[in-house]
């Protein structure tokens, strides 16, 4: 079995926790990846804590990398700009390998002008500062993460595990990204987005929350549920409900019925033997048609395809 390279790069100010994922959980994925830390000069970084970090590998590995991830340094250091030695550490990655930045990495890729007319996101808390610096980069500072292959952008800090998770689900399936959640005791998905982490006003005592109605929807994702249903079950008005579903989980009720519904049919493609229309049924789209619209749009091919590659892959 081959084992995908992959090449974390780290930069002065970087933040430890973010740097130590990408080997954490990879690391968990049955061999299947190699994680190997580099600097820009080779020689020990500063981290943005009391302590700094002494990496095994120069540059030159970035050039060996079917991954690179970017890791993110404390916003001080963000310049608008590539620094001559961090530019010179880029030139080593070949031609259409993967890269993955986490947090503030992005505005690494994006002075490199690497993610120009790109989807891309970063920590909410420096969109601004990120819209005013690249313009040309189209930002979605909602998600935790956005997937505009060969370049995938991730939010702050614990997206950086949501990212990688996704690697390996991209890669190998949901089956051993499920497994590599389960042994780093973190959720193999994460519902909605940024939205939810941002800081909101105090909600009113005795406010209720919509958690018990998204676990009751994905009881039920093989049926046509509506916004009114939703909004039924919690007891609230529908513009009452659609607004704290969206503060909580950051994304609109029907985005994430979508979401839920295109997880559930991946989970189904690689683990039964149902047929496309059989499967759409299962989990709430009306035809096959719009279960291949979907997955199409979601993470760029059909299920047959999907199919080909995780059922052969297991």
Do not use: K
């Amino acid at each position: 079995m081959r084992r995908e390279r992959v090449v974390v790069l780290a930069l002065d100010g970087v933040y430890p926790f973010e740097l130590g994922i990408p080997s954490r959980i990879l690391g968990a994925a049955d061999g299947r990846y190699e994680v190997l830390t580099c600097s820009v000069d080779g020689l020990p970084v500063r981290t943005n804590a009391d302590f700094g970090v002494t990496v095994e590998h120069g540059p030159e590995a970035l050039a060996t990398a079917d991954t690179v991830v970017i890791a993110p340094v404390a916003p001080a250091h963000l310049t608008d700009e590539v620094p001559g030695d961090v530019l010179a550490a880029l030139t080593h990655i070949r031609p259409g390998t993967r890269i993955v930045s986490i947090c503030t990495g992005a505005f690494v890729l994006a002075a490199a002008g690497l993610l120009d007319g790109r989807r891309a996101t970063a920590h909410w808390q420096v969109a601004d500062r990120f819209r005013r610096m690249f313009p040309h980069v189209d930002l979605d500072p909602d998600v935790l993460f956005v997937d505009d292959h060969p370049y995938l952008t991730s939010a702050g800090a614990a997206s950086g595990v949501d990212v990688c998770l996704h690697l390996v689900r991209q890669d190998h399936g949901s089956r051993l990204a499920n497994t590599v959640a389960r042994r780093c005791v973190v959720p193999p998905f994460r519902d909605g987005g940024q939205a939810q982490y941002i800081e909101q006003p105090v909600p009113e005592q005795g406010a209720a929350s919509t958690a018990a109605t998204r676990a009751w929807a994905l009881e039920r994702l093989g049926e046509p549920l509506t916004l009114t249903d939703l909004a039924s079950h919690a007891r609230m008005s529908r513009r009452t409900f659609a607004r704290r579903f969206n503060d909580e989980v950051g994304l609109s009720p029907g985005r994430w019925l979508i979401q839920q519904r295109v997880a559930r049919a991946r989970h189904l493609l690689e683990s039964s033997a149902l047929t496309v229309d059989q499967i759409a049924g299962r989990v709430g789209f009306a035809t096959g048609a719009s279960l291949r619209q979907h997955l199409t749009a979601a993470i760029g091919v059909s299920p047959q395809a999907y199919r080909r590659t995780f059922q052969t892959a297991r």
